[in-house]
T-cell receptor, first 111, second 111 residues
Framework: QQKVQQSPESLIVPEGGMASLNCTSS?????YFWWYRQHSGKSPKMLM?????GEKEEGRFTVHLNKASLHTSLHIRDSQPSDSALYLC???????????FGQGTKLSIKP | EAAVTQSPRNKVAVTGGKVTLSCNQT?????MYWYRQDTGHGLRLIHY???????EKGDIPDGYKASRPSQENFSLILELATPSQTSVYFC??????????FGSGTRLLVI
């Protein structure tokens, strides 16, 4: 079983709507979380990172982190067709630098 | 512009043959990583390196070797390729804070 679990596997959201993606680590030895976006046929690109409990907002994107439950969520408001992509969550074990990725959530925005 | 370059972009190999995937980075990052991406599995870590001359096993190292002859270059070697190694392979370089830069990927088909 993957140490980083994402849900849902896939999500369809109408254009202009809110998309909410979830991610949980079963490995307690992690401290940092990242969200990546990967368009079809392209390489992953970092969207946002979060290290502290609470919320972080950048434009239409908001990330939440609960370190006690090792759960993070990504929320995209006013979703656009260009947001259609695979969203990958990643966690970093303490002092190791490497990232462990989840299986991804495929987001489709319907015009 | 700092970058991670992978070669080849596409490769068809025969079962039992030797395959070498190459990765070059101009970011002057100490850390480099090899992942494979398959539908439903996200990115899985194969091998990584903290600097020239060092290699470490990731989560799925069986059937793969890695070589880091210099700061810039990190290779992934399949000594005896098998159809189960058909996948998309991504190389990344990163800072010690896990700020990753991914290459464009190598699509490998083993027949």
């Amino acid at each position: 079983q993957q140490k980083v679990q994402q849900s849902p596997e896939s999500l369809i959201v109408p254009e202009g709507g809110m998309a909410s993606l979830n991610c949980t680590s079963s490995d307690r030895n992690v401290d940092y979380f990242w969200w990546y976006r990967q368009h079809s046929g392209k390489s992953p690109k970092m969207l946002m990172s979060i290290f502290s409990n609470g919320e972080k907002e950048e434009g239409r994107f908001t990330v939440h982190l609960n370190k006690a439950s090792l759960h993070t969520s990504l929320h995209i408001r006013d979703s656009q067709p260009s947001d259609s992509a695979l969203y990958l969550c990643a966690a970093s074990p303490y002092n190791q630098g490497k990232l462990i990725f989840g299986q991804g959530t495929k987001l489709s925005i319907k015009p | 512009e700092a970058a991670v370059t992978q070669s080849p972009r596409n490769k068809v190999a025969v079962t039992g043959g030797k395959v070498t995937l190459s990765c070059n980075q101009t970011n002057n990052h100490n850390n480099m990583y090899w992942y494979r991406q398959d539908t439903g599995h996200g990115l899985r870590l194969i091998h990584y390196s903290y600097g020239a001359g060092s290699t470490e096993k990731g989560d799925i190292p069986d059937g793969y070797k890695a070589s880091r002859p210099s700061q810039e270059n990190f290779s992934l070697i399949l000594e005896l390729a098998t159809p189960s190694q058909t996948s998309v392979y991504f190389c990344a370089s990163a800072t010690s804070n896990s700020d990753y830069t991914f290459g464009s990927g190598t699509r490998l088909l083993v027949i």
